[in-house]
């Protein structure tokens, strides 16, 4: 029986999770939940699966939580980061999906790894701000991170009885979001509704405006740097529309690897959980007769500037990586505000890294900080 917890359980990744777990109530047993918003989704799934504790932002979600629950079996409800953290850290689970969004997902990782949690890793943010940290506390503790998303799952797939000194290339798809054939002088006119409207993945707001950006994709390169410890002169992004190639890797012989499948994250979360397994999901494979081609392109950076800024941070490391993402974060949700246009994302996060002087070999305190200062710069840029 594989116990977890799962941070982010109403977000689309967490649910995903939950259908693995009703499928194999006999190999999974969820013993935490968090959640941020979204508190009556996360009380029928209280009612349903029957954790031992629960955490969600601040003391108001939590009493609301209390009110809507109607089981006999109540968990323990906890609150803000102290309550994330016990969740990620909780005695009674083996293993922690941590499924959160954003830069909150950071104290939670470090908890679970000084708890020597196995970690099924959906938010990338971790690694982006500080994957040189994370990375050496795993190894200290014989952690093991397991990556979710369909990408970096792709990718540890196609490494599985291949040596690392054999990897060449690391080639991360994109299906290329929403806006792949505007033109330039279309993106000035790009609506919020536009943005979240993304061709062949079911995510949530923040995560569809990042696809929107192609800033999904910059962030997953910072994560495959560290996870699979690979320079960013070694990794490529190429558009791929179909989304049925997930990711490749090249070997020095000139040999490519790719793994594929239908685009629903199920399967890389079910690898991630049941890993060296194999689930039965019932998934369908791809009609590749229907398909008749696969199609692969250069992305446009010009129109996409997100990905030259991740491969900036990702060579100058320091905390020019965590200031990207903070930049990011304050960027996106401005946009879901409707307080700034589509292209006013590129300018701040652009006009955020620029004023920035990057520390090299930072603690974790300093990631912090060029955190914090990273996300009061962009709000005054706002």
């Known amino acids: 029986m594989n116990r977890l917890s799962i941070l982010g359980a109403t977000g689309s990744i967490g649910q995903s999770a ?10 999974f047993q969820v013993k935490a939940m968090t959640a941020a918003y ?45 309550g994330y953290i016990e969740a990620a850290s909780y005695k009674n689970s083996d293993m922690v999906l941590l499924a959160m969004v954003g830069a909150a997902g950071l104290k939670p990782a470090l ?4 708890s020597q949690k196995k970690i099924a890793l959906a ?20 952690v093991s991170i397991l990556p979710v998303d369909s990408e970096h799952s792709a990718i540890f797939q196609c490494l599985q009885g291949n040596r690392e000194k054999d990897v060449k290339k690391l080639y991360l798809t994109a299906s290329g979001g929403p806006f792949r054939k505007k ?15 993304h061709p062949t993945w079911n995510m949530g707001k923040k995560i569809s405006i990042d696809s ?12 495959a740097h560290h996870l699979f410890n690979v320079s960013h002169k070694d990794i490529e992004v190429v558009i791929h529309p179909e989304s049925i190639v997930h990711s490749m890797v090249g070997f020095k012989d000139g040999s490519v690897m790719a793994q594929m499948g239908r685009p629903d994250m199920k399967g890389a979360i079910s690898y991630a959980l049941s890993n060296p397994e194999r689930l039965d999901l019932k998934m369908d494979f791809p009609d590749f007769t229907g398909l008749h081609f696969l199609t692969f392109e250069k ?31 304050i960027a996106v949700n401005a946009f879901l505000e409707k307080r700034i246009g589509f292209m006013d994302i590129f300018r701040l996060i652009s006009k955020t890294m620029e004023s920035h002087t990057r520390i090299d070999n930072p603690s974790l305190f300093s990631i912090i900080e060029a955190d914090s200062w990273a996300r009061e710069k962009a709000q005054s840029l706002i």
């Open 123 to 142: 938010n990338k943010e971790t690694l982006v701000m500080a994957g040189d940290i994370i990375m050496a506390k795993a190894l200290e503790k014989g």
């Open 212 to 223: 929107a950006t192609l800033m999904n994709k910059g962030l997953e390169i910072i994560e």
């Open 111 to 114: 908890a679970a790894i000084a």
């Open 18 to 27: 939950l259908d693995i777990v009703r499928m194999y109530p006999d190999r």
């Open 183 to 197: 033109s330039f002088q279309e993106f000035q006119h790009i609506s919020l509704e536009d943005a979240l409207h």
């Open 299 to 329: 992305p446009d950076t010009e129109k996409f500037p997100s990905l030259l800024f991740a491969f900036e941070a990702c060579k100058e490391k320091g905390t020019l990586p965590a200031v990207l993402n903070a930049a990011n974060e």
């Open 38 to 82: 979204n508190i009556q989704c996360l009380a029928k799934q209280i009612d349903e699966f029957k954790p031992e504790i629960v955490a969600v932002i601040d003391k108001k979600q939590a009493f609301e939580l209390s009110r809507l629950l109607t089981g006999t079996l109540r968990p323990e409800i906890l609150f803000g980061e102290e």
